[in-house]
């Protein structure tokens, strides 16, 4: 089945600097994968997708790349602030189903931005 | 307002109890599905439901429970059968393979 790799798994930025986490995936039949924010407490929250007919998308300060070769795609948040805080997830989607049971996520990356 | 409502909040279990958790959703999704969050690891599949009176075992239903009788709920029951239930829960829905929505939560604990 799917296996999906999150790097890193903490992740400290000063405000206003870029910040980069990376995943892999394993099954190159993959076509979906969603990006989730999740704050303390709280359930996670989706922020972007991409599917795999595209190489990128931007949504304001945030941005996902697929790379489908390599089997990696990656999220970057521009102009951090304080509230990105959080604690993000990546998952990736085999095809088969009508629904996201095949969908596997990663383990997570704390996000940590100082002001 | 749509969305995925979750309760309690907090849950405390005592050994040998089964308890209930709600999932309720004024979406219109028809497939429903129930997660386990431990710290430092990614969501985990337990049960997931694509239409009324119908569920799946996921990745680790054991000790675990659901029913579909109606589309806007899906209840899961942690049975005494599970002997680490201390997890953070997640209710989801979605339409098809659109988007994946989240409910906030419930905390389980054991006392």
């Known amino acids: 089945g799917e296996n999906v790799e999150q790097h890193p798994s903490t992740l400290s930025v000063q405000e206003g600097d870029s910040a980069v986490i990376k995943c892999t995936y394993s099954?190159?039949?993959?076509?979906?994968f969603p990006w989730y924010k999740q704050e303390l407490g709280k359930g996670p929250q989706l922020i972007i997708d991409?599917?795999?007919?595209?190489g990128e998308k931007k949504d304001q300060r945030i941005a996902v790349t697929l790379n489908k070769t390599a089997k990696h795609f990656s999220l970057h948040i521009t102009e951090t602030q304080p509230e990105d805080s959080a604690v993000y997830f990546c998952a990736a989607s085999p095809p088969g189903g009508t629904g996201f049971q095949k969908l596997v996520f990663g383990t997570g990356t704390r996000l940590l931005v100082s002001p | 307002d749509g969305g995925i409502t979750q309760s309690p909040k907090y849950l405390f279990r005592k050994e040998g109890q089964n308890v209930t958790l709600s999932c309720e959703q004024n979406?219109?999704?028809?497939?429903m599905y129930w997660y386990r969050q431990d710290p430092g690891q990614g969501l985990r599949l337990i049960y997931y439901?694509?239409?009324?009176?119908?569920?799946q075992k996921g990745d680790i239903a054991e000790g675990y429970s659901v029913s579909r009788e109606k589309k806007e709920s899906f209840p899961l029951t942690v049975t005494s059968a599970q002997k680490n239930p201390t997890a953070f829960y997640l209710c989801?829905?979605?339409?098809?393979?659109?988007?994946?929505?989240f409910g906030s939560g419930t905390q389980l604990s054991v006392l």
């Open positions: 439901s694509q239409i009324v009176n119908d569920f």
């Open positions: 099954d190159s039949a993959s076509n979906y």
């Open positions: 979406l219109n999704h028809d497939a």
């Open positions: 989801a829905s979605s339409r098809g393979r659109e988007k994946l929505f």
């Open positions: 991409i599917r795999s007919n595209v």
